[in-house]
């Protein structure tokens, strides 16, 4: 079946600009989470949604960062007033329930560098 | 949440049998330990769990002794595709999303 997907595969922007980056779970995991990594550091958890809403929302850096999953499936990531600290790779990871236990499932990932 | 530690970086040649040993001196009673592999721009990808003694895949073995304070990833007959950064990550079924941290880099070389 198909894995984890997130569009766009890169995304350069300016300072200041709006973006949103989406990512599409495997289908029938409850659990979506977005994390994200810098140059040589591990994946820096983000936000975690438990179907529609979100469950922990503690890793977000600001209020610039909002994420939504209106229907339990999809999710968009949203940057605000970009700013050249946000370039990073977000990744999103879905898995069948909210549970350490439960394999982690990721996407490639969206490289995105604010000029 | 328990701490972990490992290795920034391990070489090894192919063919041969890797040990990535990761220290997480307070790991709590229902802790379990995890291990993802990343390759470059690609995202983590589960390898294994275990709880206690050892854990057996297709991909790799957990051993973890019994006061759980370590553990460690053996990877048998490496080969260059196994180049990649290896996470160690602790944590219980309240936990719901993985602490990782700069993980260890294995460089594979012919």
């Not at chain 1, 529609?52 to 999710?75: I, K, M, Q, W, Y």
């Not at chain 1, 909210?98 to 499932?105: D, R």
């Not at chain 2, 592999?37 to 854990?55: A, D, E, L, M, W």
Request: with cysteine; net charge neutral; aromatic share 12%.
């Amino acid at each position: 079946g198909a894995g984890v997907s997130q569009t766009p595969s890169n995304k350069v922007t300016e300072k200041g600009k709006y973006v949103e980056l989406r990512c599409d779970p495997i289908s029938g995991h409850t659990a979506l989470y977005w994390y994200r990594q810098s140059l040589g550091q591990g994946p820096e958890f983000l936000i975690y949604f438990q179907g529609t809403g979100a469950a922990d929302d503690s890793g977000l850096p600001n209020d610039r960062f909002f994420a939504v999953r209106p229907e339990g499936s999809v999710s968009t990531l949203k940057i605000q007033r970009t700013e050249r600290g946000d370039s990073a790779v977000y990744l999103c990871a879905s898995s069948l329930t909210g549970s350490f236990y439960n394999e982690q499932f990721f996407g490639p990932g969206t490289r995105l560098t604010v000029l | 949440l328990a701490k972990t530690t490992q290795p920034i970086s391990m070489d090894s040649y192919e063919g041969q049998e890797v040990n990535i040993t990761c220290s997480h001196n307070n790991i709590a009673t229902n802790d379990y330990i995890t291990w993802y592999q990343q390759f470059p721009s690609q995202g983590p990808r589960f390898i294994i769990q275990g709880y206690k003694t050892k854990v057996t895949n297709e991909v790799a073995s957990l051993f973890i002794p019994a006061d759980r304070k370590s553990s460690t990833l053996s990877l048998p007959r490496v080969s260059l595709s196994d180049t990649a950064v290896y996470y160690c990550l602790v944590g219980d079924a309240g936990y719901s999303t993985l602490t990782f941290g700069k993980g260890t880099m294995l460089l594979v070389s012919p």
